[in-house]
């Protein structure tokens, strides 16, 4: 079983920059690829960004790429999400996922977080 907690949320100007933090209890955490996915309301989840588990597989979303940074220690258990140049368009609920397999689809990761809220105002 593994736990995932996100932490850094919140509200922020567009332009601005944001931090996610996964902080994940699981034994061999090194062997599961870790992602980010966000919800806007009414809308489906959708992929962010994933990392595998030694860290040399990265995938970004395209509306994201070039702005937003995924990275991970494998000594400390997380895996951190750094959002810059932010959108309204970002506003949704970012979770934090673990899976075995490094693929950008929901049903690939059978580990997720409740969930952290960032807001962008324009």
């Known amino acids: 079983q593994v736990r995932l907690v996100e932490s850094g949320g919140g509200l922020v100007q567009a332009g601005g920059s944001l931090k996610l933090s996964c902080a994940a209890s699981a034994r061999a955490f090194s062997t599961y690829t870790m992602a980010w996915f966000r919800q806007a309301p009414g809308k489906e989840r959708e992929f962010v960004a994933l990392i595998s588990g030694r860290g040399g597989n990265i995938r970004y979303a395209d509306s994201v790429q070039d702005r937003f940074s995924i990275s991970r220690d494998n000594t400390k258990n997380t895996v951190d999400l750094q959002m810059n140049s932010l959108k309204p368009e970002d506003t949704a609920v970012y979770l934090c996922?673990?899976?075995?397999?490094?693929?950008?689809?929901?049903?690939?990761?059978?580990?997720w977080g409740q969930g952290s809220q960032v807001t962008v105002s324009s």
């Open positions: 996922a673990a899976g075995g397999i490094a693929r950008a689809d929901v049903k690939s990761y059978d580990y």
